[in-house]
């Protein structure tokens, strides 16, 4: 089944600075790739997300990088304040047997400081 | 529109009790899907959903199982709940052709 991979686990930046989260996935039939920002005890929420026929998508200050040859994908936060601290989430989405499936990295939990 | 609706919001079991975790969905969505959250582990597959009438198991299965009532409703159950189990529950629905998910607010479980 597909793997996710996520790194860092942990990431602290100043306010302002930017922030990059990087995920790889093992499966080359994925073909969808959200990422979902998730604050204590609340339920994840999608912030941005590229599908695999696109290299890169941006949001404001938020943009993801796809490179479908190497199975890799990353988050870049720009211009970072501190309600962008939170745990933020990478998938990856595969249409299998049963239907989709989306499986998730482990999470990086961000902190923004003052 | 409520979205997806999971209840109960929290819950304290002891071990060798059984439960139901009821979601529900009222977009009209073809897949559901139930997921656990544990501490530095990311959200995994329990069970999914792809249409009604439809189950397959995901990455953890075992000590669970799952009725796809209707459309609306995909229940996941614990027959003899362990400590192990304790977690977080999403259920999350999918709309057929698009790739958008839609997350519940969770259940908080608790087995003691």
């Known amino acids: 089944g597909e793997n996710v991979e996520q790194h860092p686990s942990t990431l602290s930046v100043q306010e302002g600075d930017s922030a990059v989260i990087k995920c790889t996935y093992s499966?080359?039939?994925?073909?969808?790739f959200p990422w979902y920002k998730q604050e204590l005890g609340k339920r994840p929420q999608l912030i941005i997300d590229?599908?695999?026929?696109?290299g890169e998508k941006k949001d404001q200050r938020i943009a993801v990088t796809l490179n479908k040859t190497a199975k890799h994908f990353s988050l870049h936060i720009t211009e970072t304040q501190p309600e962008d601290s939170a745990v933020y989430f990478c998938a990856a989405d595969i249409l299998a047997g049963g239907g989709n499936k989306l499986t998730f990295g482990t999470g990086t939990q961000l902190k923004v400081e003052l | 529109n409520a979205g997806v609706t999971q209840t109960p919001k929290f819950q304290v079991l002891k071990t060798g009790q059984s439960m139901t975790l009821q979601c529900a969905q009222d977009m009209n969505h073809n897949s559901m899907y139930w997921y656990r959250q544990d501490p530095g582990m990311g959200l995994r597959l329990i069970y999914y959903?792809?249409?009604?009438?439809?189950?397959d198991k995901g990455e953890v299965p075992n000590g669970y199982n799952v009725s796809r009532l209707n459309k609306r409703e995909f229940s996941l159950r614990l027959e003899s709940a362990a400590p192990s189990q304790t977690s977080v529950y999403f259920c999350?629905?999918?709309?057929?052709?698009?790739?958008?998910?839609?997350f519940g607010s969770g259940t908080r479980l608790t087995v003691v």
């Open positions: 999350a629905s999918r709309e057929q052709g698009n790739y958008g998910y839609t």
């Open positions: 590229i599908r695999s026929n696109v």
């Open positions: 959903s792809a249409s009604e009438g439809t189950t």
């Open positions: 499966d080359s039939a994925s073909n969808y």
